[in-house]
């Protein structure tokens, strides 16, 4: 074979693993505009003003939830238990600033306090108990959450909460929902969390290769506890949101938010192996799962067929990241 025969195959393989190396990146994104432009042709009111600021308003809780998964994902891990974590976080502030009368700020305290402290117990379940696998420690906070939820307030909801609280859910910047911009905030903030610290680098360390984390001297306990703190935290700031929407708390709030926060997480890129994810990627995977519903309902799409539809994109979503798990090994 010719020098320039071998000159072209070579820059022909690097020209395919440059548009992988693109796909990879942003592929995610470029799911989201396509999802969008289908969208726009099949419904005249999807790309209106008021429709994008209701999808950016509805895609806030999950948004929350997701960005404090992705945490626990990233290192190999996961939690069940954010849904219930949401749930008791505002029952007990309905119970502090509706029951009891107490001032609101003290409300919000208590629930983003126990958001964060049930976060800190499965941190320590998993780390000091060395129970074999966050599924189970995170499983078993998010029945004992929930039963806590409907035990303190008898299964009823409460209602009534103070406009400070209804503020973050419930006002708008324009037309743009205070809401959002909370999410924006939030995600720069853990993007400069997780690329310029120390901890977020530690974050990335354990779940890529955890035995050569604990060999640098890393304190693998001592993140893992952090990490699931802060995802108990976000619990408990998507309830705050989730109150200001509905003017309401009860016991049964959050079902299945669990799922809809890792599926934003995976379908953003990350990886259950762990070490992989990205703080956009995974806005971007709220994004989609909120784009995807509020197009199916503009479409007069039954709820069941969208749990459905759902349920495939996480498939294939998964299903990308195992091909691209095996051919980084054999690479």
Request: glycine share 10%; with cysteine.
């Amino acid at each position: 074979m010719s020098q320039v025969a071998v000159q072209t195959k070579n820059e022909a393989v690097e020209k395919n693993r440059a548009f992988k190396r693109i796909i990879s990146k942003f592929g995610p994104l470029i799911g989201l505009i396509l999802l969008t432009a289908v969208l726009t042709i099949l419904s005249p009111k999807f790309l209106t003003i008021n429709n994008v600021m209701n999808i950016a308003r509805q895609s806030s809780i999950n948004a929350l939830l997701a960005i404090g998964m992705l945490l626990p994902i990233l290192t190999a891990g996961i939690d069940l238990s954010v849904g219930s974590l949401l749930a008791l976080s505002i029952m007990m502030m309905g119970i502090v600033t509706v029951n009891m009368g107490m001032h609101p700020l003290l409300g919000i305290l208590v629930c983003l306090s126990v958001g964060a402290a049930f976060g800190w117990l499965n941190g320590i379940l998993l780390t000091k108990l060395r129970l074999p696998h966050p599924f189970i420690s995170t499983l078993g906070t998010m029945n004992i959450a929930r039963g806590i939820a409907l035990i303190v307030t008898g299964a009823a909801p409460i209602a009534g909460f103070p406009y400070m609280i209804q503020f973050l859910g419930r006002e708008f910047v324009g037309p743009i929902p205070v809401s959002f911009l909370l999410v924006i905030v939030v995600y720069v903030f853990f993007h400069i969390f997780l690329t310029r610290t120390q901890t977020g680098r530690y974050i990335y360390a354990i779940g890529g290769n955890p035995e050569a984390a604990r060999l640098s001297g890393i304190n693998i306990d001592r993140v893992l506890i952090i990490v699931y703190t802060i995802s108990g935290f976000m619990a408990g700031l998507a309830g705050l949101v989730m109150v200001g929407r509905v003017n309401s708390a009860f016991p049964l709030a959050g079902l299945s938010y669990e799922l809809d926060a890792i599926a934003a997480v995976i379908i953003g890129g990350a990886s259950f192996l762990g070490g992989v994810g990205t703080v956009w990627g995974t806005l971007i995977g709220a994004l989609i799962i909120a784009v995807l519903r509020n197009g199916l309902n503009l479409l007069n799409v039954s709820a069941d067929f969208q749990m459905t539809v759902i349920g495939a994109v996480i498939i294939a979503a998964v299903f990308v990241d195992v091909l691209r798990q095996r051919k980084s090994k054999k690479a």
